[in-house]
């Protein structure tokens, strides 16, 4: 089944302790993307890859790191986190040149740093 | 500066009754507009999309108009059913190249009563 899986689906945390949330899609898609949705905010990307080893920022990466050293996997990265990075996050992905229209959602994973 | 606007946090219909959804943005530059479907605990999933040189596009119950001269669109869904509850995303892109964002606007919860 092809699908874009994301863990852990929920985690609290403390200020400061760093985390990692893992994405990982199995459509051999090259495009890669991490959005957190907030209410009254709608989903806002805050990174983004088109491919293995290239990243680049989107709306509000401050605060965050990515890496895309396979092209299956696209961890999200807290090196330290804080309450305002409290959040829903979505993993995404599709094939380049594809629209918009195939692009995948993970199931969310929600974050709340204490 | 939101360039996507939902300005309806919610709406309530009757099963059978037609659903509007609004959208508007102040980028002219988007050229490609999109509406997803997110369930409690899922990731959006994409619904319909609209290119910019046209103005209706229709998928079974779903249909979208898009204005550009007043910058709006719309989704109806006729007769709505109760397995349409779901939040509504608005979402607009500039190109459909692999490095083009996609901006979303902040969702409109509908909720279609039995």
């Known amino acids: 089944e092809a699908q874009v899986t994301q863990n852990p689906r929920y985690l609290i945390t403390v200020t400061g302790k760093k985390l990692t949330v893992t994405c990982s899609q199995n459509?051999?898609?090259?495009?890669m993307s991490w959005y957190r949705q907030d209410p009254g905010l709608g989903l806002r990307q805050i990174y983004y890859s088109m491919n293995v080893e290239v990243t680049d920022k989107g709306d509000v990466p401050e605060g965050y790191k990515v890496s895309r050293k396979e092209k299956r996997n696209f961890p999200l990265i807290l090196e330290s986190p804080s309450p305002n990075q409290t959040s829903l996050y979505f993993c995404?992905?599709?094939?380049?040149?594809?629209?918009?229209?195939?692009?995948?959602f993970g199931p969310g994973t929600r974050l709340t740093v204490l | 500066d939101q360039q996507v606007k939902q300005n309806s946090p919610s709406l309530s219909v009757q099963e059978g009754r037609i659903s509007i959804l609004n959208c508007d943005y102040t980028n002219s530059m988007f050229d490609y507009f999109l509406w997803y479907k997110k369930y409690p605990a899922e990731g959006p999933t994409f619904l319909i999309s609209?290119?910019?040189?046209?103005d209706k596009n229709e998928d079974g119950r779903f249909t979208v108009f898009l204005n550009k001269s007043a910058k709006h669109l719309s989704l109806h869904i006729v007769p709505s059913q109760p397995g349409d509850s779901a939040v509504y995303f608005c979402?607009?892109?500039?190109?459909?190249?692999?490095?083009?964002?996609?901006?979303f606007g902040e969702g409109t919860q509908l909720t279609v009563n039995p």
């Open positions: 609209i290119s910019s040189i046209k």
């Open positions: 459509m051999n898609h090259e495009y």
């Open positions: 979402a607009a892109t500039v190109g459909l190249t692999s490095g083009s964002r996609l901006t």
């Open positions: 995404a992905s599709r094939l380049v040149g594809s629209s918009y229209n195939e692009q995948f």
